[in-house]
């Protein structure tokens, strides 16, 4: 009786470590992916998705690199954080730094590729890997990153939709990147529009249960939203 009694409690005890385990690898892979992927966009030179547009616009500007801009720029939002009262989570700090670290590293190691025809599936495939890295980071339920969540801040603060504060950011950050010098094109309509079904596949391909309540390391609220509605 008291070995069935043991191995239950084992059972019930284990199964919130090996949770935690896996969301955290989940989050971890989903932000490596995330900058990897954007830098793919990078390299094929076909239009970026609205935020890389500023950072690379500002990468023109100032000499630095586009992936220590992302992590600046991330920084900025983040702080914009206080007054719209939300509450980071370690998903969200953890963007900051590992997205941009990612990208920039990539890059690093990514070839001049100049041929159109490789252009195109380095562009294909890293719209189809970003899509994957939203869902696998959303997923893991640890807070949204900080632009999104400065579209859900905007939303509470103001009450106008999550469409129309997610429209007037990009629209926004957009505007300044290209300005500044970032590249807008093809790729840029084309995530536009595909990156929304394909984070829906993604989160559901890699949706794990939410933390217990009270956990100290998720932040309340998802971004979902954000990303998922046009």
Partial sequence: MSTGVTSVSTRTTSAPGRR????????????????????????????????NV??????????LSIGVLSIIVGAAVLLLWVPLRQR??????????????????TLALLPDVRPLALRV???????????????????????PGPRDGLMTGLHRRTGRSIRLMRTAVEVAVVVTGFVLGGTIGVGTVL????????????????????????SGIVAGGTPERVILRP
């Fill in 20 to 51: 935690l385990g896996r969301r955290l690898v989940q989050l971890y892979a989903g932000l490596a992916l995330y900058g990897a992927s954007s830098a793919l966009l990078v390299a094929a030179g076909l239009g970026l998705e609205p935020w």
């Fill in 54 to 63: 500023l950072h690379q616009g500002l990468a023109e500007l100032t000499g």
């Fill in 88 to 105: 980071p989570g370690l998903g969200t700090v953890s963007n900051v730094f590992v997205v941009g670290l990612a990208m920039d590293g």
């Fill in 121 to 143: 599936p380095l562009l294909l495939a890293g719209i189809v890997l970003n899509g994957m890295a939203t869902g696998l980071y959303i997923a893991a339920r640890f807070g």
């Fill in 191 to 214: 995530y536009a529009a595909s990156i929304g079904p394909l984070a829906q596949v993604f989160l559901r391909m890699f949706a794990v249960p939410s933390a217990p309540a009270g």
